[in-house]
């Protein structure tokens, strides 16, 4: 492929531990259905509190992946 050609997709990651975990499991998803998964970006970083702390992070990433002939 000289010069591939990518989609994306939207996804949201969440997890109780931390940021990098919710991406982690956003991607590890997004790999069983999907080929040649190439990068990715994360949009938008929130959150839920309860009882004035962190209780679950929610990462919102956009992958690009590389579209097959």
């Known amino acids: 492929m000289k010069d591939p050609v990518y989609k994306l997709i939207e996804l949201t ?3 109780t531990t931390s940021i990098e975990d919710a991406v982690e499991k956003a991607l590890r998803r997004a790999s069983k259905t ?3 998964l190439s990068w990715f970006q994360v ?3 929130r959150g839920s509190i309860e009882k004035g702390k ?3 992070w929610q990462v919102t990433i956009k992958v690009g992946f590389a579209v097959e002939d």
Request: hydrophobic share 25%; net charge positive; no cysteine.
């Open 13 to 15: 990651g969440t997890s």
């Open 34 to 36: 999907l080929k040649n």
């Open 43 to 45: 949009v938008e970083t």
């Open 54 to 56: 962190v209780h679950r």
